[in-house]
């Protein structure tokens, strides 16, 4: 009797090597998946680059194609490669100025050569992780650079739009430019006016025909407008000329004196990765301000966006493109457009090739003087106004003065030392400066220190602590971080003598080391204690008061007789004192700077935030917010009465329509939470009895009991659990109902059509320190945890 046993062929042998018996079967290949979004926004994307590559290209004094070659590089390699998925690369216009010089100095070959070495030097800060560094930069200095490069793109690029030729520098474009007013081209000065009328007024247009043209870019419109106008005019004019491809010129070996070509290397690296570090930090802003977009393409990677910048620069260099960087007009075009990956980046990369190849005919009817207006309009822009304001308020308008005065009259890099210098200087006169100040009254000597105590300051504290009488009573208030040690020695010893002199001190603000070892303990002492220390109060700031015990007992405040001596729960007036009191001396001083600008500047917040009265929901802790962040809305149970309702309470609407009309908040939130006192009457009401202001306003709740109890709508769920109990349900169904009523106002229903709102629900649980928030509000009520990490309110 014989087995049958199946026959091993040489072909059987050759797949099962291929395949093993047990291995999973091959994978197929990876289709290209690009979203709609992505396509759209890179159309949007690339119709702003063509025109402001040719222009920046113009005005360093590059040939023109360098300025596509540039724009393709970005947006592919650098695109790929990048830390930031969302931000786009590109010749930009804070490099035009040291670009022209390089050009002037050393040629366009030596100038590529230069940008291979920039490449590379960025390639290797990025392997060394050093991105971060880059952000410690004063925004000052950035600021006033971008400023002074603008300054000398507009100075220069204003003798093209009147028909001439820029000069060198700053100084001898202003010197030379009477003399180009007094041969003013008609027709140069005639196309640049009306590149920058269509500048200004396109985005002005008003109504929804205005909403729409506003999606094509301004700079495309200015530029083919202009040169329609120019074409069916007839004017002569200077127009972009592309040579052949075959004559583009690659980079060579670098000529001219070492240290100069490194100081070249220097400043190139030192702008392109600036710029681009802190391009990607404000793309992440961006995003951040589209619900869901961060969780989808994550944060920026700043060591592998300089590891991208920098071979992107090797690539532009060598192929004979203008320097790389992150270019802000384009990336926030990106972020508008709908961007969701790097994939529009690339995209658009894609299609300034294509336009490079095959729109060489339709490019070369652009005047020259329509993209000089265009350049000079962008560099209009980087003198920010909004700038100058953030930096005055921070004191720091010379560093940005002379940082901006330096790049226009020395250059870049000279101006980017003298502003380092001056910051520098600013801050260590800043750290050594200390105010003093003695007042007396009823007896009671003050004695007030603001600033840091230092060796410097030891004669002031000296005469100041003298002018106390022996056994009066002193208070020396230090409102400083630090304290060294012969500060220390000088009040420590003075305290001691005035002590054993009869007299009492009291030290506040900061609290006194016992030792001077003590000084270089952490949190101990005055440079690492807490603000509240001065009264041995280690309470937080959210601390309720009946749990104080920086105090010992509860008592009330001792008074004459005998009836004051029981010890007991202190009255509430004398816990609001206390804790007025406590604001005054610790919280106040450190907010003071920032409400004074409130007041000046007036409010505007970002969100309406409706939430309950219950006192468990401190909304600004539950949402990390600071004064002008939220305008709250609390009432019992945190509801929305529907519009035109009888007997309605019109403080809500009110509220809700002065938020959206006149503070034009970005979004409305509708906060509940567990254990909430409003749910439970409304579950436990019945009808008829007495019509209380309470149950009067409860009615506001009863859709939300009516659409928890309709079968046909599935329950609400919280991070994937069902409610703990009927309170629970009925308090993140009303969350929901709530939403509902917020659309029928019709303030909100306008902004939501206009699509400048969003309405979030949020539920937080008391017991458990966590906040949810709604994740599905249409048909899948589901509210999810919000996790340790930043989360994205979701639409």
């Not at 028909?163 to 081209?185: E, F, H, I, K, Y």
């Not at 009264?535 to 749990?547: A, E, I, L, S, V």
């Not at 009808?687 to 859709?703: F, I, Y």
């Amino acid at each position: 009797m014989s087995a049958c046993v199946p026959t091993r062929t040489a072909e059987s042998n050759r797949t099962e090597r291929m395949h093993p018996p047990h291995s999973p079967p091959p994978r197929r290949p990876r289709r290209l998946r690009v979203a709609g979004a992505d396509v759209s926004a890179s159309i949007a994307v690339f119709l702003i680059a063509l025109p402001l590559s040719l222009g920046i290209a113009l005005a360093t004094g590059a040939p023109l194609q360098a300025g596509l070659v540039a724009a393709a590089v970005g947006g592919l390699v650098a695109g790929r490669l990048g830390g930031s998925p969302l931000q786009v690369s590109g010749p930009a216009a804070g490099l035009t100025v040291v670009t022209a010089d390089l050009i002037h100095r050393y040629g366009w070959r030596t100038t590529c050569a230069i940008t291979v070495l920039a490449g590379l030097a960025q390639l290797g800060l990025g392997c060394l992780r050093v991105a971060r560094t880059a952000l410690a930069v004063s925004p000052a200095i950035v600021h006033g650079m971008l400023a002074g490069i603008g300054v000398t793109i507009a100075v220069a690029q204003l003798h093209i739009v009147l028909g001439g030729t820029p000069q060198s520098s700053v100084l001898a474009n202003l010197a030379a430019l009477p003399a180009q007013l007094a041969r003013l081209t008609p027709a140069s000065a005639s196309v640049s006016a009306l590149t920058l009328a269509l500048l200004l007024l396109w985005p002005r247009i008003p109504g929804r025909a205005g909403h729409l043209l506003r999606r094509i870019p301004a700079a495309l419109v200015a530029v083919t407008g202009a040169s329609v106008t120019a074409a069916l005019a007839g004017l002569t004019l200077p127009m972009v000329d592309l040579p052949s491809w075959s004559s583009h010129a690659l980079a060579g070996l670098p000529e001219g004196p070492v240290l100069g070509i490194l100081a070249a290397v220097l400043t190139t690296t030192l702008v392109c990765s600036v710029q681009s570090l802190l391009g990607a930090v404000a793309v992440d802003k961006m995003a951040a301000a589209r619900p869901g977009l961060t969780a989808r393409v994550g944060r920026s990677d700043l060591d592998r966006e300089l590891l991208g910048q920098g071979a992107a620069n090797i690539v532009s260099g060598a192929l004979g493109g203008l320097p790389v960087a992150g270019v802000a007009v384009r990336s926030s075009a990106n972020v508008h457009a709908g961007a969701v990956s790097r994939n529009s980046t690339m995209l658009h990369g894609v299609l300034v090739v294509i336009a490079a190849l095959l729109m060489v005919p339709l490019l070369e009817l652009i005047p020259l003087a329509s993209l000089a207006a265009l350049v000079m309009a962008v560099g209009i822009q980087m003198v920010s106004l909004h700038h100058i304001r953030t930096v005055t308020r921070h004191r720091e308008v010379l560093v940005y003065a002379v940082t901006t005065l330096g790049v226009v009259v020395l250059g870049v890099l000279e101006g980017v030392v003298l502003g380092v210098a001056v910051a520098v200087a600013v801050a260590l006169h800043r750290l050594a400066r200390t105010r003093i100040t003695h007042e007396e009254e009823d007896g009671l000597h003050h004695i007030h220190v603001r600033g840091q105590l230092t060796f410097l300051a030891v004669p002031r504290l000296s005469r100041a602590l003298h002018l106390v009488p022996h056994g009066d009573r002193a208070v020396v208030e230090l409102d400083g971080s630090f304290m060294d040690h012969a500060a220390y020695e000088a009040l420590q010893d003075w305290k001691n003598t005035h002590t054993a002199q009869g007299g009492t001190v009291e030290i506040t603000g900061r609290r006194m080391p016992a030792t001077p070892e003590a000084l270089t303990t952490p949190g101990a002492g005055l440079g690492g204690a807490d603000p509240a220390a001065a009264t041995g109060c280690r309470c937080r700031p959210w601390t309720p008061w009946r749990n104080h015990q920086c105090e010992g007992p509860r008592s009330a405040p001792p008074a004459e007789g005998p009836a004051q001596e029981t010890a007991g729960p202190a009255p509430s007036g004398h816990e609001l004192a206390r804790g007025i009191s406590a604001f005054q001396r610790h919280t106040a001083p450190l907010v003071r700077g920032e409400l004074a600008r409130l007041a000046r500047e007036g409010q505007s917040p970002s969100q309406l935030f409706l939430t309950c009265a219950d006192s468990r929901l401190v909304t600004s802790m539950i949402t990390s917010s600071g004064p002008g962040d939220l305008f709250v809305v609390r009432n019992v149970g945190n509801l929305v009465p529907l519009p035109g309702e009888e007997s309605g309470d019109d403080s809500v609407a009110a509220a809700i329509e002065y938020a959206v009309d006149v503070l034009e908040v970005r979004s409305i939130t509708v906060c509940g939470h567990s254990g909430c006192g409003a749910m439970q009457a409304l579950l436990n009401s019945e009808p008829g009895g007495a019509r209380t202001p309470l149950k009067r306003w409860l009615r506001h709740g009863l859709p939300s009991l009516e659409r928890m109890a309709d079968d046909s709508r599935p329950w609400a769920r919280l991070s994937g659990r069902a409610p703990a109990d009927a309170v629970e349900q009925l308090a993140l169904t009303n969350v929901i109902a709530q939403l509902e009523h917020l659309r029928a106002h019709e303030s909100v229903a306008r902004a939501l059509r206009e699509d400048r709102l969003e309405l979030h629900g949020m539920y937080f649980h008391v017991g458990e320190a966590q906040a949810y928030l709604l994740t599905g509000a249409n048909g899948d009520d589901l509210f999810d945890h919000v996790d340790v990490e930043a989360a994205d309110l979701p639409a």
